[in-house]
């Protein structure tokens, strides 16, 4: 790769999802995207040298692959075969012997000869009457692209060897891959592409690091070491700034952390609006570290704990006792507030990685959460025990994800029922009354959310896979960010009808997603009924703020004219003109209008 | 020896990568060269990739040409597992 500098500035714009400002190196994370592959001629005597230099890529890539299976967790070792498959592929002769062949009569070097041989096969994929072939492409460019990548003598990446602390530009990242990353050496996150919503952008605010998402080509423009500021309230990305620019963002920064520390005092007051109304506040939490960051900004519990980390963390299924160790933790520290544990999310594009063993066309409609845990109830059963473990210390709650409907609760409580009665007969003890929830974040379940109320002790509106599944959008497009509508009034209406199913059977109903640590949303859930939010703990003492300067009365009333609009436009306009005073910080103001609370007037990309 | 012999794609998912794949597992064992045939277009039945080139969804039909020493048996093995559908789990 060449190291030519780039002195000219550049300033990109995306979308800004987790704030703060960063100024530092760039790291880039490049999974072989447009990647320079040098093309020469060789001479006659360096044409053995290139064959060989091939033939010892081919045996890294297999080496390669042959360690990804064997590191394969249990449950997914059945699509194992893929790989097999991807190692038929590149032995097979057209491209081994095609690309040896064609170093020796075409006198080429190796990645040149390995690119002629791939394209030949694309080529003839593509005639191919057969959309299922046609599909088989990309398994060949994969293969094609390790192969050249060891040819190149690159290492593959793995984002646990990062030295200095440097801002990490991708693509995308996987959670595979944050859960990979040496944190501590970690500034901030930018990527090519991603939403509000996308993993980057959760994980990011789970670590409190600065991360913009969705900047179409920015790892195109970035070099390893190239200075950026990274803007994680406006969402601007500045490649190669000057002396002054750097001393402005300092500054910026700085001004920001006192505001920061002024309101976060704020944070432990309870969140009771003038009128008297109270409202739980809880937050999100990730891993059982959060803890200590949840309690610091004043969580009264934990309303979301996602417990896919420790699975995405190892290559093996966590064992039983390392999961009940961790949510023993969480819930002894919050005791006697609850902690909501959500079982198992995977699947869907948590469990892409490198090498996409899903192959769902469709992931995020795909195999994943309950519907996974349903199949697979070993794993399932396994993270129950611990869990129901766990809860004799402290306030535990159990949460189903993903319900679509009624058979899913039945059947998850079926084996929870068995669960339960193994620890009887082994004589463990575990809180009878557990109580145990719902996320309410599929179309369907909201439709049916009347029926779901009479089965669960709570529901907790997931608003991130809801507005996807319900205005049909794909989370991690950035071309439909824009979309990302939590205004649309079908989603406020939604919201409206599961809060007055779970009343009308008497369940608390809580909401979790991105809405909930939005102040502008915060007077609309608040009239809405709301009992609890749970959000990421940086975003609780401002909405604690907001909450203690508004009035139920006025919440209430204010969404009879909000319910009168019939476009997220106008619904938009008139919360910003509702709720800009009182949001007291310029930044923070900032942030949430362009990031959550944006909507197609303003798209960003 | 040369056998030659018309085989019919009966599996769900037609001839795809995992199918080619045992197709060529099984090549792998003899020493008999197998070339397959559709239209006027016949590929190395040892290459993955010619065998996906063929393009052939559930209903085509190939010609199977084994060239060699142990035809019979390999033509014989290869008709099993075009009957038992690749094995294809479904």
Not at chain 1, 16 to 31: C, E, H, T
Not at chain 1, 468 to 487: F, K
Not at chain 1, 563 to 578: D, G, H, L, S, Y
Not at chain 2, 14 to 35: C, D, I, W
Request: some cysteine; hydrophobic content about 40%; proline content about 3%.
């Amino acid at each position: 790769m060449t190291d030519h500098q780039d002195t000219k500035i550049n300033r990109l714009s995306g979308i800004a999802v987790s704030s703060g400002i960063i100024i530092g190196k760039a790291r880039l994370v490049d999974r072989s995207r447009e990647k320079i592959i040098y093309e020469y001629l060789i001479q006659d005597g360096q044409v053995n040298r290139e064959v060989e230099r091939f033939k010892e890529a081919l045996n890294t890539t297999k080496e390669q692959i042959l360690s990804v299976k064997n590191r394969m967790p249990d449950q997914i070792k059945k699509h194992a075969f893929i790989l097999d498959t991807h190692l038929m592929i590149m032995n097979d002769s057209m491209i081994t012997d095609s690309t040896i062949n064609t170093i020796l009569e075409e006198k080429i070097n190796a990645e040149w000869a390995l690119k002629k041989s791939i394209q030949k096969v694309r080529q003839l994929f593509e005639q191919a009457d057969y959309d299922y072939v046609r599909d088989r492409i990309n398994d060949v460019v994969n293969i094609g692209e390790r192969i050249l990548r060891n040819l190149a003598g690159k290492e593959q990446e793995s984002l646990s060897e990062i030295g200095e602390r440097v801002i990490i530009v991708a693509h995308d990242l996987s959670p595979a891959d944050t859960s990979e990353m040496n944190i501590g050496k970690v500034m901030g996150f930018i990527t090519d592409v991603g939403g509000r919503t996308s993993h980057t952008a959760i994980m990011a605010q789970a670590l409190e690091l600065p991360a913009v998402v969705g900047l179409k080509s920015v790892t195109k423009q970035v070099q390893d070491g190239t200075l950026l500021i990274v803007d994680g309230y406006t969402g601007e990305v500045i490649i190669g700034p000057d002396d002054d620019m750097i001393i402005a963002y300092q500054e910026k920064e700085l001004q920001h952390e006192r505001y920061r520390s002024s309101i976060i005092q704020l944070g432990h007051l309870p969140a009771e609006t003038v009128d008297g109304h109270r409202l739980s506040i809880k937050a999100n939490i990730e891993f059982s570290e959060e803890v200590v960051s949840a309690k610091d900004h004043g969580a009264e519990g934990v309303g979301l704990y996602r417990t896919e980390f420790l699975y995405l963390r190892s290559r093996d299924i966590p064992s039983e006792e390392e999961l009940f160790e961790d949510y023993r933790q969480v819930a002894e520290i919050f005791c006697p507030s609850p902690v909501t544990i959500r079982t198992l999310d995977l699947g869907g594009d948590k469990f892409s990685s490198d090498l996409d063993l899903s192959r769902e066309m469709n992931p995020a409609l795909g195999l994943r959460a309950i519907r996974f845990c349903l199949r697979e109830p070993k794993i399932f059963k396994s993270q129950l025990r611990a869990i129901l473990r766990a809860s004799t210390y402290g306030q535990v709650q159990l949460m189903f994800p993903m319900i679509s409907g009624l058979q899913e609760i039945l059947d998850a409580k079926k084996i929870l029922k068995e669960v339960m009665n193994d620890l009887d007969h082994e004589n463990v003890s575990y809180d009878r009354d557990i109580k145990i929830g719902i996320m309410i974040e599929i179309p369907s379940a909201v439709i049916v959310a009347d029926i779901l109320a009479k089965h669960v002790d709570f529901f907790s509106i997931g608003t991130n896979d809801l507005i996807q599944y319900a205005l049909a959008i794909d989370r991690v497009n950035e071309h439909l960010a824009y979309m990302y509508q939590p205004y649309h009034p079908a989603i406020l209406r939604m919201i409206r009808q599961v809060i007055k199913a779970a009343k009308d059977v008497g369940i608390k109903v809580a909401l979790c997603g991105e809405m909930a640590g939005d102040p502008f949303c915060t007077a609309i859930l608040l009239g809405l009924g709301i009992d609890e939010l749970s959000m990421n703990a940086v975003s609780i003492p401002l909405v604690k703020k907001i909450i203690r300067s508004i009035s139920m009365k006025e919440a209430m009333s204010d969404l009879k004219d909000i319910f009168q609009f019939e476009t997220a436009k106008e619904v938009r306009e008139f919360i910003i003109e509702k709720m800009e005073p009182l949001i007291p910080d310029e930044i923070e103001k900032d942030f949430y209008l362009k990031t959550s609370a944006k909507n197609s007037i303003l798209i960003k990309n | 020896m040369e056998l030659i012999k018309n085989l019919k794609i009966v599996n769900e998912l037609g001839l795809h990568a995992r199918a080619a794949a045992r197709v060529v597992e099984l090549t792998g064992q003899y020493r008999s060269k197998l070339f397959f045939k559709k239209g006027d277009h016949e590929v190395d039945g040892s290459s993955i990739l010619s065998i996906l080139t063929l393009a052939c969804p559930r209903g085509s039909e190939i010609q199977a040409r084994i060239v060699g020493e142990d035809a019979e048996e390999l033509m014989e093995k290869l008709g099993e597992l075009f009957q038992k559908r690749f094995d294809e789990i479904k």
